[in-house]
């Protein structure tokens, strides 16, 4: 009785985590998937190195804003299985000869963050003196602002700007992620083509 209780259990619970296992693969791609009219049909990682700019202070588009771009370059190291890219600053772009060829370094992700007011009320922390559990009570809803970054492809050959992921958040690495690896899938696709 107990063996066969045991194995009802362990069948259960292996149903139950591969159904949620997978419902939870389907929502992140349907979550989280750029928009497809992002990545431009042109763009080809095997051949094009693709600049991707460095995110500049909210106030001096001349300067960089260090840790964010530190975030770019690290999402791209985490997913971009070995394509080339260069982190460059809006000055590389107009003084450097270095990026003038166009059939190397077409393509350009820019970034873009805009601030967005929300109703957020947060919540605060208070102790139960009887029980001792902490617990957590919200606030009424205030109005706070909050900044939200996308990316979006320029085409330097054509002069054309592509529609943004359409996911943007306050979080550089989630918003990156899915682009990269949809630019990664992108190239391996282009170079099974090729072959």
């Avoid at 840790?67 to 791209?76: H, L, N």
């Avoid at 003038?100 to 992700?109: A, C, I, K, P, W």
């Amino acid at each position: 009785m107990k063996a066969s209780f045991t194995a009802l259990l362990l069948t259960a619970f292996f149903i139950f985590t591969n159904t949620a296992s997978a419902q939870n693969e389907k929502e992140e791609k349907i979550k989280f998937a750029p928009n497809p009219e992002m990545i431009p049909s042109d763009f080809d990682p095997n051949k094009h190195i693709l600049l991707v700019m460095q995110l500049s202070k909210r106030n001096n588009p001349e300067k960089v804003h260090t840790a964010g771009t530190k975030d770019i370059d690290a999402a791209f190291q985490a997913n971009y299985d070995g394509y080339k890219y260069v982190i460059v600053s809006p000055a590389d772009l107009r003084d450097s000869s270095k990026y003038n060829d166009t059939s190397v370094y077409r393509f350009v992700l820019y970034n873009t963050a805009s601030t967005r007011g929300r109703a957020d009320g947060g919540y605060r922390l208070r102790t139960d003196a009887a029980s001792g559990m902490t617990m957590r009570t919200p606030n009424a809803p205030t109005q706070v602002q909050h900044t939200v970054i996308d990316f979006y492809f320029h085409d330097r050959v054509k002069n054309e700007d592509y529609v943004g992921s359409g996911r943007p958040t306050s979080f550089i690495k989630m918003t990156l992620r899915p682009i990269i690896l949809t630019m990664a899938q992108h190239g391996r696709k282009k170079k099974a083509a090729s072959n």
